[in-house]
């Protein structure tokens, strides 16, 4: 009996002295985080402010002693504007690379295109992605920082319904992310007492839209609302600004960046679109919660990381960066089950996007307080409400 007690506390011992030596291990290894963003084709500018944004901030938490004195490590993954592409980097960053986490992708298609691989594998991923497909209905292991498409129809609807316009014309792309926000448009319109009275659709590689344009100025409508992302939302305001209209153009909230307002030129100047508060933060009163941090990050981005101007897309990236840093502190281990409840289980963090509030059904956690009206005055983004 004596033998067979030495015996078990010999294997306890051991057993305590495996699991101390795997933490320890653990310990010394960088936390590998995948970036999948569009560093090429029609979202190009925007996975790169995405890129040089994780990278800028990857510096700064490893300064700051890395996560739980891990430092971080970004691998990144380059899915050049196409879900096919998105799914084979993202399959190299995992079984390859062998990353802890992934943040990204940055368009709605390559989000939709990676879902069941990234669910097969159980990778805790947070997209920085506009479109809500990708957690509606709620995907186990998929978060996303942008706000829900639905949440900027709401804030639009709820500016429209301020200053009595119930007639819209509608104008969207062909892809996920358009077809959500038409959608989206409609689904809400009765409980906003909004009409659509007539819709235009175009191809995202569309060069012009007059034709469709010329459809709506002929309809009896008070504004129109255009959904796209990248190039083609330029397009429509240059379009609009040659036919005349005398309506506003509410753009969605994928465009609130300044290469909008570089490709559109003065066809911008009071157009309207729903942003998250970065874009206008030091318009925001001083109580705001965010103020401080979005300020920071300005600076952070134009004078210290010297990136260019503040794009509403590297805040994406900032905050799914941050969302996955914050989860795996608070998890104490790169566990990827563990991270991804930490990543749910998320209250209270004030991001550069809104302040962040998730649950096991909102994989999300921003609400339409995240958000504000903002128009383009002499060349720069004003806020409005």
């Given amino acids: 009996m004596k033998k067979l007690f030495a015996t078990l506390v010999a294997a306890a ?31 190009g500018h925007i996975g790169m402010a995405s ?7 990857k510096e700064r938490l490893n300064k700051a002693g890395g996560i739980n004195g891990r430092p971080i490590e970004l691998v990144m993954g380059d899915t050049e504007s196409n879900p096919g592409k998105a799914i084979i980097e993202a399959k190299r960053l995992v079984e390859n690379e062998q990353v802890d986490a992934i943040i990204g992708p940055t368009r709605t298609d390559s989000g939709m295109a990676i879902i069941q691989y990234i669910d097969k594998m159980g990778i805790p ?9 990708v957690v509606v209905p709620v995907r186990k292991w998929m978060f996303k920082s942008p706000q829900k498409s639905v949440t900027a129809v709401e804030r639009i609807y709820m500016y429209l319904q301020k200053k009595g316009i119930k007639k819209i014309a509608v104008i969207n792309a062909t892809d996920k992310f358009g077809q959500e926000g038409e ?9 906003y007492g909004v009409t659509i009275v007539t819709q235009e659709k175009f191809e995202m590689g569309d060069v012009d839209m007059t034709v469709q344009l010329t459809k709506i100025k002929a309809a009896d409508a008070q504004a129109v609302i255009c959904w796209t992302i990248g190039p083609p939302g330029s397009i429509v305001a240059k379009n609009v600004k040659q036919l005349g209209f005398k ?12 290469k909008y307002l570089e490709l559109a030129g003065d066809a911008a100047e009071g157009n309207i679109m729903p942003s998250t508060k970065l874009m206008v933060a030091s318009q925001l009163p001083d109580s705001d919660p965010q103020k401080k941090l979005l300020l920071e990050y300005t600076d952070l981005y134009e004078n210290v990381g010297k990136i260019g101007k503040i794009t509403t897309h590297g805040g994406y990236a900032w905050d799914a960066l941050m969302l996955v840093a914050n989860a795996v502190k608070k998890a104490g281990t790169t566990d990827k089950a563990k991270v991804r409840d930490a990543i749910e289980a998320t209250k209270g963090y004030v991001g550069v996007s809104g302040t962040y509030n998730m649950t096991p059904e909102d994989h999300c956690g921003l609400g339409v307080d995240s958000m504000v009206m903002i128009t383009v005055k002499d060349g720069k983004f004003k806020l409005i409400e």
Avoid: R, S
């Fill in 247 to 258: 309506i506003p153009l509410i753009q969605c909230h994928g465009l609130p960046d300044p």
């Fill in 13 to 43: 011992v051991c057993l305590l002295f495996c699991a101390g030596y795997v933490q320890a291990k653990e310990a010394e290894k960088p936390v590998k985080i995948g970036c999948l963003f569009d560093l090429q084709g029609p979202a």
């Fill in 51 to 57: 890129k040089l944004v994780a990278e800028m901030l």
């Fill in 183 to 191: 959608e989206a448009l409609k689904a809400l319109a009765e409980k």
């Fill in 125 to 133: 991923t947070v997209g920085c992605i506009g479109g809500t497909p």
